[in-house]
């Protein structure tokens, strides 16, 4: 009649049970941390370590209530889950599962360790572990998600400025120097290094990459002396024009005669269709020329 307790053991793992149960119903799992106390003073996480370590002498029916709670018998498999738990909060707090290598946890978890671990022992995690980490988007290549966010930079850039050619200086929005980067891509494109895959590639031409640099100012500057041209009826640039895009386009005029024997024979033909000036002295000359005839003409009728 006063509830006197006959079998303590029993009472003991009845009582933890209980105190398992609001854990869980609170937390979500069974991921008693070693040095946890209830409200009521019960030690739990010394009681689960526990039932670990009793496993084998646990009657059918106690191994059995903790199996359907989810309870983790491994301690490898519960520090595997415990650093899981931390993550998920991590994402919640930071929107983001890449981890910096040394972080840890208000708690004292070494996240960024674990976090670090789970990438190098990928070929040895379970499918179910892999399937846990994927269900909340893990990054297991890390560069692969540096070059998504350099290239959602570069997105912007060009929303801003209207092209993909970078200034250089140029900052992102997380401190690191966007030309540079862009600058590597386009080596690493032309050296065909097998970290720049065909994705890499596809989706950087989906939002206009510049690959040749060198050809898109030649085609923006011919854009420009076409403009001249249709403007003012010839080639023969003066010497205060600057274009609409700033270019001083005499100065590109005089280095693609310097540049002559280097040019593409598509490029040489495009300016000869439009009466470019190669040799201004001569053309001068006969300018010159072509006057005085005309005067003497003139004066003759």
């Not at 003991?12 to 008693?32: Q, R």
């Not at 209530?65 to 707090?93: C, P, Q, R």
């Amino acid at each position: 009649s006063l509830d006197f307790v006959w079998d303590s053991n029993e009472h003991a793992w009845l009582t933890g049970i209980a105190e398992l149960y609001l854990f869980k119903e609170k937390y979500g799992d069974c991921l008693v941390p070693s040095d946890f106390v209830t409200k009521s003073n019960h030690k739990l996480g010394i009681w689960t370590f526990n039932q670990r370590a009793d496993k084998d002498e646990l009657s059918l029916e106690k191994k059995s209530t903790l199996d359907n709670m989810g309870f983790i018998w491994s301690v490898a498999d519960y520090k595997w889950h415990e650093g899981y738990k931390a993550l998920i909060g991590y994402k919640k707090e930071f929107q983001t599962t890449s981890v910096k290598q040394n972080y840890v946890t208000p708690f004292g978890f070494k996240l960024g360790q674990w976090v670090s671990r789970q990438r190098c022992r990928k070929d040895l995690l379970s499918e179910e572990e892999i399937l846990l980490l994927d269900k909340i988007e893990f990054v297991w290549d890390l560069s692969n998600e540096n070059w998504n966010k350099y290239c959602e930079e570069l997105v912007s850039y060009k929303q801003t400025h209207g092209d993909t050619l970078v200034s250089q200086g140029y900052q992102t929005t997380f401190g690191t120097d966007l030309y540079m980067w862009v600058s590597n891509v386009r080596r690493h494109r032309k050296q065909n290094k097998k970290h720049l895959t065909e994705l890499h590639i596809s989706r950087l031409d989906e939002i206009g990459f510049i690959w040749d640099v060198s050809k898109a100012k030649w085609e923006s500057a011919f854009k420009e002396l076409m403009i001249y041209r249709e403007k003012f009826g010839d080639c023969w640039v003066k010497h205060d024009y600057i274009s609409s895009n700033g270019l001083n386009l005499l100065s590109w005029i005089s280095k693609q005669r310097q540049l002559k024997q280097k040019l593409s024979d598509d490029q040489i033909s495009r300016l000869d269709e439009i009466d470019f000036i190669w040799e201004p002295h001569n053309q001068k000359w006969e300018r010159g020329f072509k006057r005085v005839i005309n005067e003497q003409g003139a004066d003759h009728h």
